[in-house]
């Protein structure tokens, strides 16, 4: 009997976790710019501590054992500065006040990300529900307030190829690979798709005339390649 009122008890705050989290996304919805939704994510992502940004480095190393060595250990060392970092960065311009000059308006595209944040959060029905929220809003912070894109500069994928920034232009080589993913990143990021050909991409760290030369080269190459 005491057994099942525990898993009764766990089953309820499960689902009252859940609802929190839904309301506050549709809360999050209700942001009209990138100011408000910066203020609203920070009070969100405050209520945390760094012990939790521990615990979602700990989630994520059980998720990448199977991964190789060198390359887990790569993108562990990434992954795990960029969670710290940001919580640092979101408590820092808090403090500052900095979101309250952000006017650009958040798109709809942008509002829809929180139906996937519910959907994904409800879905898994776990008690890990908070930490993953704390996750979505990281991202949601990166991508929608600081228009970086939602694997930080520097991460590694299979093959060897990361996500670069690029004459003020992020690419990554992932982003347009992962649209059956329900709950990928992708479709919110604001990075663009890496050039698969070596000769379309672009010059890092480029005079005007290795630009023009890289715009000449997909024009001709490219796009009227016969």
């Known amino acids: 009997m005491a057994l099942f009122l525990v898993i009764t008890k766990n089953h309820r705050e499960i689902e009252t ?9 549709r809360d999050l919805q209700l942001a009209a710019n990138r100011g408000e939704l910066g203020t609203k994510i ?4 405050l209520r945390h501590s760094a012990v939790d940004i521990q615990q979602m ?3 994520f190393g059980k998720k990448i054992q199977e991964l190789t060595p060198e390359y887990r250990d790569r993108l562990t060392q990434k992954i795990n500065e960029h969670l710290l970092g940001t919580f640092q960065t979101i408590r820092l311009r808090h403090q ?21 944040v519910i959907g994904q959060c409800s ?13 979505y809003l990281l991202a949601a912070f990166c991508m929608f307030v600081l228009k970086e894109p939602g694997h930080p500069v520097g991460t590694p994928f299979p093959g060897g190829d990361t996500v670069q920034l690029i004459d003020g232009i992020y690419y990554c080589p992932v982003r347009e690979k992962a649209g059956d ?33 890289f715009i000449d080269n997909c024009y001709r190459f490219h796009n009227f390649n016969g």
């Open 96 to 116: 500052q006040g900095s979101f309250g000059t952000m006017k650009e308006v958040v798109t709809q595209q942008q509002k829809s990300y929180w139906d996937m």
């Open 42 to 45: 920070a009070l969100l992502v």
């Open 17 to 25: 976790s859940c609802d929190k989290i839904t309301d506050e996304c």
């Open 181 to 213: 993913v329900d709950s990928a990143l992708c479709p919110f990021c604001p990075a663009r798709q890496t050039p698969g050909i070596g000769y379309l991409r672009p010059p890092l760290n480029g005079s005007e005339h290795r630009k023009q030369e």
């Open 57 to 59: 480095k700990r989630n």
């Open 123 to 135: 879905a898994a029905g776990d008690s890990n529900s908070r930490i993953r929220f704390l996750n």
